[in-house]
């Protein structure tokens, strides 16, 4: 669900940038794939376990490092729980 989440956003707002540059439009992530090191913004599917997810967490890490990025979580699901800090 958080895939097809992902893709209707991006169905939805790649419309909206007509005029921006090439290499700063947004793209769904896929397994095996860094961050841009370009990413201004990231929007964040929040799915039920997202979290416990490896790959999710190092995606969440990369961000973290790039200067200026922003961090938008999207709740995918009505049961969807940010982890408690312990």
């Not at 599917?45 to 190092?58: M, N, P, R, T, V």
């Not at 790039?66 to 999207?74: F, K, Q, S, T």
Request: with cysteine.
């Amino acid at each position: 669900e958080a895939a097809a989440t992902a893709y209707v956003l991006l169905g939805l707002i790649v419309p909206k940038l007509v005029g921006a540059e090439r290499n700063n439009m947004p793209a769904v992530l896929q397994k095996g794939r860094p961050v841009s090191e370009m990413a201004t913004a990231a929007l964040v599917i929040c799915s039920d376990g997202c979290f416990k997810q490896l790959e999710f967490a190092d995606w969440l890490m990369q961000v973290a490092k790039l200067p200026g990025c922003c961090v938008l979580p999207i709740i995918a699901e009505d049961g969807f729980r940010f982890p408690s800090p312990t």
